[in-house]
Structures are given as structure tokens and as C-alpha cells.
């Protein structure tokens, strides 16, 4: 029953997250000025501005995006060991063979 609220929470996050990031305003065009000359004196990635509330929503979105995604990591696992623990190899690992005797000198 936890493990299907955090997975409703998480969606719920994800779903805000990208409605947050889609109704920013992007910043190719002062980019794309910088680069094209034309004496703007914006820097190359635009001039910083404060911290608004979509900014904000979006590092808070951010932070419970991959806390959440570290959570349902943790609860989706099965049994306490590793992933590996209960596989058995699919071939027998053979010793390597002896090397072979060399061969007798004979007396010219």
C-alpha cells in the first residue's frame, strides 16, 4: 500500500515538473545573439536573473524528482541481497590444462 502512494506522489511530481520546465521562457535567442556578434552586451547564456517562483519550483521539483527516484529504488527491490546472489554460471569454470612435457633432446 506505501509502495503505490510513493508511486502515485512520484508521478504527481513528474507530472508538475514538466508543466514547471515547459513554462519557462527559454534562452536560445540571447544565446544565438552573443554568438552572432552585433554588440549585444548580454553574456553567452543570458543575463542572470533573480530567482523566480518557476525557478524555485523547479530546483524544489528537481530535488523531490530524484529523491523520489531513490526511494522507489530502495522499495522496489526484491530480497536482501544483490541482483546476482542466486545466479549460478552457466558453464563450470574448467582449470587450465597442464602444459605439455617437452621433448627429449637426443646427442647429435
Do not use: H, W
Not at 8 to 23: D, E, K, N, P, R
Request: aromatic residues 6%.
Amino acid at each position: 500500500m506505501l509502495y503505490y502512494l510513493a508511486v502515485g506522489l512520484y508521478l504527481l511530481v513528474c507530472l508538475l515538473l514538466l508543466l514547471v520546465v515547459l513554462m519557462q521562457q527559454g534562452k536560445g535567442g540571447d544565446m544565438a545573439s552573443a554568438f552572432g556578434g552585433g554588440g549585444s552586451s548580454q553574456t553567452a547564456f543570458g543575463a542572470r536573473a533573480g530567482a523566480t517562483v518557476l525557478t524555485r519550483a523547479t530546483t524544489i521539483l528537481g530535488a523531490l524528482f530524484m529523491l523520489g527516484a531513490i526511494i522507489l529504488g530502495v522499495f522496489g527491490q526484491r530480497g536482501p541481497g544483490s541482483l546476482l546472489s542466486g545466479v549460478k554460471s552457466a558453464a563450470p569454470v574448467q582449470p587450465a590444462p597442464a602444459p605439455a612435457p617437452a621433448p627429449a633432446q637426443t646427442p647429435k
